[in-house]
Antibody, heavy 118, light 114 residues
Framework: EVQLVESGGGLVQPGGSLRLSCAASGFTVSDNYLSWVRQAPGKGLEWVSV???????YYADSVRGRFTISRDNSKNMLYLQMNSLRAEDTAVYYCARGRDHWNFFDYWGQGNLVTVSS | DIVMTQSPDSLAVSLGERATINCKSR????????????LAWYQKKPGQPPKLLIS???IRESGVPDRFSGSGSGTDFTLTISSLQAEDVAVYYCQQYYSTPPWTFGQGTKVDIK
C-alpha cells in the first residue's frame, strides 16, 4: 500500500528555518517524481517544488533560493529544507507523488502545518 | 506560468441535481503530438489531503463514483457531478501539468448543498 507520512512542521519565527520530512512506503522514491504542494489558510493549492527520479529539481518562484528539495534513497524519504521563512510561507504542506512520471498527484501525505510568526 | 481560472467560485446544488464546474487555462494544455489534455481534477475536504478524481481531462480514477465526469479540450474544461450527494460537499480544484513547471491549480470551487 502506498503511503506518505509527513513530519517536521511547527511554529518558527520569520527568518528561521525548518525541515519537513516525508516517509514513503509502498513505492521507491528514487523511481518517482515527488512534489511538495502547500495550502495557506483560507487559500487554494500551490505547487512548491519537485524532484524527478533522475534528481533534477524545480521550484516555484515564490520559494526559489530559499527552499531545497531532496531525498534519501536509502531511507526512502523526501525532504523540504525551508530557510529564510516568511509569514506568507504559513501553510499546510503536503508531499505528493506524481503518477507514472507525470505531474498530477495520485497519492498525498496527510499534510503538515508550518506557521511562521513572531 | 499557465494561469488556471475556475468558475464559479462557489455553487449550491440540491441533492440529486447536477453540479458543473468550469476551468479555463490561459493557454492550450493540449499536446497535439499525443492528443492529450494535461488537466487533472481534485476534491479537497477540510482536514484531508486532496483526492485525485480525474486525469487527462476525462479519465476517472479507480474507485471514483461514475457521477463524476470530466470533459473539455484545449483551454476549456468541465467537471460535472451528475447527481450531487451529501458526501460531495468539498472544494474542487483543476490543475494543469503541461510541459515544464510550475504546475498550477485553479483557485478552487466550493460545492455546497442548497
Amino acid at each position: 500500500e502506498v503511503q506518505l507520512v509527513e513530519s517536521g512542521g511547527g511554529l518558527v519565527q520569520p527568518g528561521g528555518s525548518l525541515r519537513l520530512s516525508c516517509a514513503a512506503s509502498g513505492f521507491t522514491v528514487s523511481d518517482n517524481y515527488l512534489s511538495w504542494v502547500r495550502q495557506a489558510p483560507g487559500k487554494g493549492l500551490e505547487w512548491v517544488s519537485v524532484i524527478y527520479s533522475g534528481g533534477h529539481t524545480y521550484y516555484a518562484d515564490s520559494v526559489r533560493g530559499r527552499f531545497t528539495i531532496s531525498r534519501d534513497n536509502s531511507k526512502n524519504m523526501l525532504y523540504l529544507q525551508m530557510n529564510s521563512l516568511r509569514a506568507e510561507d504559513t501553510a499546510v504542506y503536503y508531499c505528493a507523488r506524481g503518477r507514472d512520471h507525470w505531474n498530477f498527484f495520485d497519492y498525498w501525505g496527510q499534510g503538515n502545518l508550518v506557521t511562521v510568526s513572531s | 506560468d499557465i494561469v488556471m481560472t475556475q468558475s464559479p467560485d462557489s455553487l449550491a446544488v440540491s441533492l440529486g441535481e447536477r453540479a458543473t464546474i468550469n476551468c479555463k487555462s490561459r493557454q492550450s494544455i493540449l499536446y497535439t503530438s499525443n492528443d492529450k489534455n494535461y488537466l487533472a481534477w481534485y476534491q479537497k475536504k477540510p482536514g484531508q489531503p486532496p483526492k485525485l478524481l480525474i486525469s487527462w481531462a476525462s479519465i476517472r480514477e479507480s474507485g471514483v463514483p461514475d457521477r463524476f465526469s470530466g470533459s473539455g479540450s484545449g483551454t476549456d474544461f468541465t467537471l460535472t457531478i451528475s447527481s450531487l450527494q451529501a458526501e460531495d460537499v468539498a472544494v474542487y480544484y483543476c490543475q494543469q501539468y503541461y510541459s515544464t513547471p510550475p504546475w498550477t491549480f485553479g483557485q478552487g470551487t466550493k460545492v455546497d448543498i442548497k
